[in-house]
């Protein structure tokens, strides 16, 4: 099996290219890296692309995560977040080849007491979060066979995230100062892309056209809470030399362009009946990425 996989520079991307090489051949593309080098953003160059590589199954990590950015150049968002999904989810459908798409907690909005299910209504409040639901619309129009994969608050020991920024500055010894009424559930991009590529291994079994499923880190943290928990164990696992303080602020002090969601747990039942076993808990998957940290000494 031949798989596309876009974004392969990204953080995602890095995690699910050794685990797709398992399936098949892994062809990566990136704007600046992969196996070879293709401006998503183009559809021209991107239809080149997929007549070069002929794949029996895409998987498209790539996106415009740059949240407040995209409050500035919504254009761009709407071209990379609901076009390439879209033109991808096109080939995929009239070539009758899978595809496999990210999306995020982001389409959601509101304040609630029980985790967003994959049937619940969205109601994104800022540009990124209404790109990456028109992209979702996008694959459904587009009549693909697909399986588009909300997550949360992903993180990895890669530079570009939540975690290694705060550890970055943990290192050196600064305190913290973190948003404390935002919640949600932060996960791995390791575990993300294991519980991918339990999908994957599944398809078929799935039916027709879009299929999506919530996968995030069991449990719910705010910010604050989750920086507090990786400082201590960073700390503990000599990633950094020591903790530093942690000081919780809200949201209406911290300067952002963007809404972010103030309840954004994802209910991830449907994916953990389909494989039969709960996912990793946010500890266990911030443990797993510390490990990581300290192999590959990245950031």
């Known amino acids: 099996m031949r798989i596309l996989l876009t974004g392969a520079a990204g953080q995602l991307g890095r995690h699910l290219a050794p685990r797709l090489a398992a399936l098949g051949d892994v062809i990566g593309t990136d704007r600046e890296a992969g196996d070879f080098r293709c401006d998503l953003s183009d559809r021209r160059l991107l239809d080149k692309s997929l007549a070069r590589v002929r794949p029996d ?111 970055t500055r943990a290192g050196r010894g600064e305190p913290l100062t973190v948003v404390s009424d935002q919640v949600g559930s932060p996960t791995w991009a390791g575990h993300l892309a294991d519980a991918v590529i339990e999908l994957i291994r599944r398809h078929d079994d799935l039916g027709d056209g879009v299929q999506r499923f919530h996968v995030a880190g069991r449990g719910r943290y705010s910010w604050h809470a989750f920086a507090e928990l990786a400082v201590a164990r960073a700390a503990e696992a000599g990633v950094i030399d020591a903790p530093v303080a942690v000081e919780p602020i809200a949201s209406a002090r911290w300067p952002q362009k963007a809404r972010r969601p103030a309840w954004s747990v994802l209910d991830c039942s449907r994916y953990e009946r389909l494989v039969g076993r709960p996912l990793p808990s946010v500890g266990d998957g911030l443990d797993a990425c510390l490990t990581n940290w300290k192999e590959d000494a990245a950031c």
């Not at 968002?77 to 390439?84: G, T």
């Not at 587009?142 to 570009?160: D, E, K, M, Q």
């Open 57 to 167: 199954l895409v998987v498209n990590p790539a996106a415009w995560t740059a949240v407040d950015r995209a409050e500035d150049h919504p254009e761009m968002a709407l071209r990379i977040n609901r076009d390439l999904p879209g033109w991808i989810g096109e080939w995929c459908a009239t070539q009758d080849v899978p595809l496999v798409h990210f999306s995020t907690d982001y389409v959601f909005s509101g304040t609630r007491d029980e985790p967003w299910a994959e049937d619940d209504r969205p109601a994104p409040d800022s540009v990124y979060g209404r790109t990456k639901l028109e992209g979702e619309r996008a694959i459904e129009a587009s009549g693909a066979r697909a399986l588009i994969v909300r997550t949360a608050w992903l993180y990895s020991h890669f530079p570009g995230n939540f975690l290694s920024a705060i550890l």
